[in-house]
């Protein structure tokens, strides 16, 4: 069975930093997609950022480059998002999503259209 599992979520003042995990399990970081979206109250869900094990791939949306950075550990099978320069427009839900298997989607499409596994989330709150 699947599990992605987020954590490090929090209140934060802006310009602040936070670094979220995603303990993912039932698959190994071989062939893989993984990544994190985000969505705020009355907003569509965003792809954040994403990494992609077909082409060595990552993604990050324009409203987080420069200030946040994907990372996996494949010996953890954990993926983190380091968030820094924190601004109130990134108070949202933060989730895992993933694939795996000979197809997985590179880092782009991943976040565009979203993954077949997700987690339950982790709340982020900054505040001004």
């Known amino acids: 069975e699947v599990q992605l599992v987020e954590s490090g979520g929090g209140l934060v003042q802006a310009g602040g930093s936070l670094r979220l995990s995603c303990a993912a399990s039932g698959f190994t970081f071989d062939d893989y997609a993984i990544g994190w979206f985000r969505q705020a109250p009355g907003k569509e869900r965003e792809g954040v950022s994403c990494?992609?094990?077909?082409?060595?791939?990552?993604y990050y949306a324009d409203s987080v480059k420069g200030r946040f950075t994907i990372s996996s550990d494949k010996v953890k099978n954990t993926v983190y998002l380091q968030m820094n320069s924190l601004k109130p427009e990134d108070t949202a839900v933060y989730y895992c999503?993933?694939?795996?298997?000979?197809?997985?989607?590179?880092?782009?499409?991943?976040?565009?259209?979203?993954?077949?596994?997700w987690g339950k989330g982790t709340l982020v709150t900054v505040s001004s």
């Open positions: 999503s993933a694939d795996w298997g000979p197809h997985v989607p590179p880092a782009t499409m991943a976040c565009y259209y979203g993954m077949d596994y």
């Open positions: 990494i992609s094990s077909r082409d060595g791939s990552t």
